[in-house]
């Protein structure tokens, strides 16, 4: 089962690698600029809480980019700084589906500063999570969630496309007894644009 979710995401980056080689030109993230993207995730419950759980969200994202280039070498990038409403977001578990709404309003974003039209980045992110149902089954309808992200940016001559690995951790932080969290690896599919700064 794992690895075939890996040969999924395999799959995923190579087709936005070969299809971000057609020499597309479009702005890409910098500073004082905006993102607006949609999105959209899905995975399944991993090792380290409950299991026999997946997850489908959908949402919406607007970010600031804070910094010009800065940092040694290839971790050069720019700071920005995002939210995300996620008002679709279910929960698939043996219980039950649980149906919620989300917002993140805490999103740290690394986009590293390439030259081409992929650009790579790393994220971190926290928000809240509220359901229909107790998630997981027997606990609380009110969670917290917070994410690790390695994803990248193809830069296309109107849109830009996104395509990320990211682990999520769905806990109700001691709201409730028991809390046995739920820990899930999710593939992200984003389109959207960049901004420039208004000058």
């Keep these: 089962m794992i690895r ?5 995401l395999v ?3 190579a087709v936005v690698f070969v299809l971000g080689s057609v020499g597309w030109a479009q702005e890409g993230p910098e500073d004082g600029g905006r993102e607006v993207q949609v999105w959209t995730a899905g995975g399944h419950s991993v090792p380290g809480g409950t299991k026999n759980t997946g997850v489908w969200n959908l949402g919406l994202r607007y970010g600031w980019i804070l910094t010009r ?3 040694p070498g290839f971790l050069k990038g720019r700071f920005e700084y995002a939210v995300d ?3 679709v977001f279910l929960v698939f578990q ?5 149906y919620g709404v989300g917002f993140n309003p805490i999103d740290l974003k690394w986009d590293f500063a390439t030259r081409g039209h992929v650009a790579p980045y790393l994220e971190i992110d926290g928000g809240t999570l509220f359901t229909n149902h ?3 089954a027997g606990t ?3 969670n917290f969630t917070s994410s690790g992200v390695f994803g990248v940016h193809v830069l296309g001559p109107r849109w830009s496309w996104s395509v990320e690995a990211r682990y999520m951790h769905i806990s109700n932080a001691g709201l409730a007894t028991p809390n ?5 690896f999710q593939v992200r599919i984003g389109v959207g644009k960049f901004f420039p700064k208004k000058q």
């Design 134 to 136: 107790n998630v997981p």
């Design 140 to 142: 609380n309808t009110v």
């Design 4 to 8: 075939n979710k890996n040969r999924e």
């Design 11 to 13: 799959l995923a980056l």
């Design 85 to 87: 409403a996620v008002p």
């Design 69 to 71: 280039p800065h940092g």
């Design 180 to 184: 046995p969290g739920m820990n899930t």
């Design 94 to 98: 043996p219980a039950n589906t649980a």
